[in-house]
């Protein structure tokens, strides 16, 4: 099983300010990698596809890169319902989630 | 607009079974593979079940195969996960998620989720 490991475990930044997250693979999963955003009480929500497309109606703030086994999600400009929870998944072999990256309000 | 509204969640005894349900709308539901993905605080999303557009290919994940089966009505638009020999550490928020035209996929769209207790 592909294992996906996700870094930091928390974030904090202010408003405004930018949110840079990492996923790593531990074995290559091309570019079969999708974020995903959950809102304490609701279902995620896809934000990216393919490590670098964003997913319709997902705003020009979120932009995702990356390659092989090192992904990256930046957030330019961090909006008060982007204090959430965030979870990169690989698609490439099985399907596998990191354990997730919380960003809290500094 | 697409919309995944899962029920049969509830509380139910460990051993024990119970029958979750999802009904889509707003795409074609006989295009896409779709799957059942959960959530619980010591474990995070974990993906469970998936099956193809029709019906032919399934997966399990290893915690839940020989346990879990997943089905679906392609003329009901109706996905459904019947779950046997439950244990505590099947207790979780279950979720249906539409996947893509291949099974193996990200998940476009998710239902709100339907809670699942596994308790004496």
């Known amino acids: 099983e592909i294992v996906m490991t996700q870094s930091p475990a928390t974030l904090s930044v202010s408003p405004g300010e930018r949110a840079t997250l990492s996923c790593r693979a531990s074995q290559s999963v091309s570019v079969n990698l999708a974020w995903y955003r959950q809102k304490p009480g609701q279902a995620p929500r896809l934000l990216i596809f393919g490590a670098s497309s964003r997913a319709t109606g997902i705003p020009a703030r979120f932009s995702g890169s990356g390659s092989g086994t090192e992904f990256t999600l930046t957030i330019s400009s961090l909006q008060a319902e982007d204090f959430a929870l965030y979870y990169c998944?690989?698609?490439?072999?099985?399907?596998?989630f990191g354990q997730g990256t919380k960003v809290e309000i500094k | 607009e697409v919309q995944l509204v899962e029920s049969g969640g509830g509380l139910v005894q460990p051993g024990r079974s119970l029958r979750l349900s999802c009904v889509a709308s707003g795409f074609t539901f006989e295009d896409y593979a779709m799957h059942w993905v959960r959530h619980s605080p010591g474990k995070g999303l974990e993906w469970v079940s998936g099956i193809s557009s029709n019906g032919r290919t399934i997966g399990y994940a290893d915690s839940v195969r020989g346990r879990f089966t997943i089905s679906r009505d392609n003329a009901k638009n109706s996905l459904y996960l019947q779950m046997n020999s439950l244990r505590a550490d099947d207790t979780a928020f279950y979720y249906c998620a539409k996947g893509r035209i291949t099974i193996f996929s990200y998940f476009d769209s998710w239902g709100p989720g339907t809670r699942v207790t596994v308790s004496s």
């Open positions: 998944q690989q698609y490439n072999n099985g399907r596998t």
